[in-house]
């Protein structure tokens, strides 16, 4: 059917080699740098919510748990950035088997719940453990490198971004089309049916949660280094449902939806300036016109819009 | 190949169903009939593992079936349709008869994440055709699911279902909805089903349909047995007469 790489991989990668030569100045690509890493989260995310169509509200504990555990791993142990970053998403893969192994054998809702006392719970203890975790004035962390080699110039930065944003997008793309992804979206589609055709529903949600708060917790490793800093607000309310609405706003189970809904929701603020104390009301609105107006979100809706237009020129 | 030994389920004080006992051979096509609201489809979802039974068991090859969902029953080898369909209607047509073939494939995450998958999927989407080709959906390959109608629906369903290559497949009234053509459409894809060797379990409103294509028949009413037997016992048993048939 396809080569290796599909055609929209070929796309984004053009896309995201040739958007440093539009940069004008280190504002735009720290923005870029942003962009990419909040994104590989969304990607994350939207297997989730998107596929297998359980919401977590809770999942900047995710990215707090990576972001923090290189944190006091590096410089407060000295571990080498690239094993502590390993050791985290591994730790943040381990507490959303522990969280998820015994939630979702039940019914409803409950996941959302239990995320959201998760990210309430992981906030208190990052403001409280103050020597640990320097509270709320946060830590700083040293620089990413390996072998010598540090990641010190916004450009490097970005290209080691957009690496790591390409490497999830192809797992995701693979994924969607696999029978793995099937099964996820199918228990989304329909719980009863994906299970009278053999799929173990609650292991297939505890895969998608474990595999999401992996990627949120590579996600928050890099963005500490990057910052060379974390706060707890990285674990925040606020950025929970701001890494929800990227996936909702961008399309459930799209891909490139979540993607451009990272672009939307980081870029947005920046263009707006000073929302400080808003982004939340800012978060809350986008969230509502997309369910009002756009309810399968930007890139499925397009998608519709465009295969329509096509459909309609060969008609006439 | 099923046996099933007095089933009771009730709902408050409603015994939707109560102490069904019958057996089913295997390769042939056993039907489940009885008024509205007799229990035909609750008896299904025992059977099936949607639904846990209040007291009786289910036995299939002779195993206890008790605690097992449909998904590990799935893996013994049952399979179902639904009455009012369950199909994803996020996915396209066709990814939901490969969604059918789940155990048979790789179903890690890993190896989806990697592609691994891919060669075997070709294979699936090319048996999925075929698959939605037998039942007579073929035209709609290529169509998302919420562009079915629901004749199209009942017989994805199937197609999904067949892709799981079952031993024995329980059809939750296959024909309803349908018009005359239709049925006798499905009826023949039944009859077909039977031959290749699946047992088939049914549960039908469509006398005819029933009558036409029935080894052995079940007759409930009120959550009980009324009767069983062949199409032409059970034609001429006079309870079924006065319960069920007469009453029109």
């Known amino acids: ?316 | 190949m099923l046996e099933v030994r007095q089933l009771s389920k009730s709902f408050g004080g409603v015994r939707a169903v109560d102490g069904v006992s019958f057996s089913v051979r295997a390769g042939s096509v056993h039907s489940v009939i009885g008024p509205n609201g007799a229990g035909k489809t609750t008896l299904f979802n025992l059977v099936s593992g949607v639904d846990t039974p209040s007291a009786g068991e289910v036995l299939l090859d002779g195993r206890s079936t008790a605690g097992l969902g449909p998904d590990a029953l799935a893996r013994l080898g049952m399979s179902r349709t639904f009455q009012n369909v369950q199909l994803c209607m996020n996915m396209s047509a066709r990814e939901n008869v490969m969604l059918g073939a789940h155990l048979r494939t790789d179903s890690t995450l890993l190896a989806g994440l990697l592609g691994r998958t891919r060669g075997a999927d070709q294979a699936l989407r090319d048996e999925a055709a075929q698959l939605m080709e037998q039942v007579g959906v073929g035209r709609y390959a290529d169509a998302h699911t919420t562009q079915l109608p629901f004749g199209a629906l009942k017989r994805l369903e199937i197609a999904r279902s067949l892709a799981g290559r079952p031993r024995l497949l329980l059809l939750d009234e296959p024909a309803a909805g349908l018009n005359e053509t239709e049925t006798h459409e499905i009826t023949e894809l039944i009859r077909s089903i039977a031959a290749s060797g699946i047992t088939v379990v049914l549960v039908e409103h469509d006398m005819k349909m029933v009558m036409n294509i029935s080894d052995h028949i079940l007759v409930l009413d009120y959550g009980k047995k009324l009767a069983e037997g062949t199409a032409e016992e059970v034609r001429k048993n006079p309870q079924v007469i006065a319960a069920y048939l007469g009453s029109d």
């Open chain 1, 1 to 316: 059917m396809k080569g290796l790489v599909r055609p929209s991989q070929l796309v984004a990668l053009a896309i995201l080699l040739l958007l440093p030569f539009a940069m004008r100045n280190n504002f735009m690509m720290d923005v870029a740098v942003r962009v990419l890493l909040a994104a590989v989260a969304a990607v994350g995310l939207n297997l989730l919510m998107g596929f297998a169509g359980q919401v977590s509200i809770g999942h900047a504990a995710f990215i707090a748990l990576g972001a923090y555990g290189s944190g006091i791993a590096t410089s407060r142990f000295g571990w080498p950035p690239v094993l502590a970053l390993v050791a985290a998403a591994a730790g943040a893969s381990v507490v959303a088997w522990l969280i998820a192994k015994p939630i979702l054998r039940l019914k409803g809702h409950s996941l959302t719940m239990a995320t959201l006392g998760l990210g309430v719970i992981a906030n208190i203890v990052l403001i409280n453990e103050v020597a640990w975790t320097g509270g709320p004035d946060g830590m700083p962390v040293p620089p990413l490198q390996a072998g010598g080699l540090a990641l010190t110039s916004v450009g490097q930065w970005y290209a080691l971004a957009a690496a790591v944003l390409v490497l999830a997008i192809a797992g995701s793309l693979n994924l969607y089309d696999s029978p793995a992804g099937r099964a996820l979206r199918g228990l989304n589609g329909s719980e009863v049916a994906a299970r009278v055709m053999g799929v173990d529903v609650a292991s297939f949600k505890v895969r998608a949660f474990v595999l999401s708060a992996f990627l949120a917790a590579v996600s928050g490793s890099l963005t500490a280094h990057y910052l060379s800093f974390v706060s707890p607000s990285m674990a925040s309310f606020t950025h929970s449902v701001e890494l929800a609405t990227m996936v909702v706003l961008g399309g459930m189970a799209s891909t490139y939806g979540a993607v451009l809904g990272a672009v939307v929701l980081t870029v947005l603020p920046q263009l707006l300036g000073g929302l400080q104390g808003y982004e939340m009301m800012l978060f809350g609105l986008i969230l509502m016109l997309t369910m009002i107006f756009l309810p399968k979100g930007l890139v499925p809706s397009l998608e519709d819009r465009l295969r329509r237009g096509v459909r309609g020129a060969d008609d006439a």
